[in-house]
């Protein structure tokens, strides 16, 4: 059985066994030959917490997606400008 602790701006909140979630809306962008990021808004079932995530992944032959990995972070306004500013800044 494998535990997953889930942690929200540092904080530890609980022990699960598995996370649930809902996927409220994500967008995709290809890049490379056969390669995606899917930027998604999810919500944590059953405690309502929404989450924002970057997912990488591949295309398999037959079109369908496969996901590598991916890093979830706060619905937070100020943090997600800081990210894009951020981006912004180290991709001149």
Do not use: C, H
């Amino acid at each position: 059985m494998f535990l997953y602790i889930l942690y929200l701006f540092g904080q530890k909140l609980k022990a699960v066994e598995k996370m649930e979630y809902e996927t409220l809306v994500s967008e995709y962008l290809d890049y490379g030959r056969n390669k995606f990021l899917e930027i998604s808004k999810k919500r944590i079932l059953p405690d309502e917490t929404i989450f924002l995530n970057i997912s990488k992944g591949y295309y398999t032959p037959d079109g369908e997606r496969r996901y590598q990995r991916g890093v979830g972070f706060p619905n937070d306004k100020e943090f997600v400008n800081e990210l894009i500013k951020k981006l912004k800044e180290i991709s001149k």
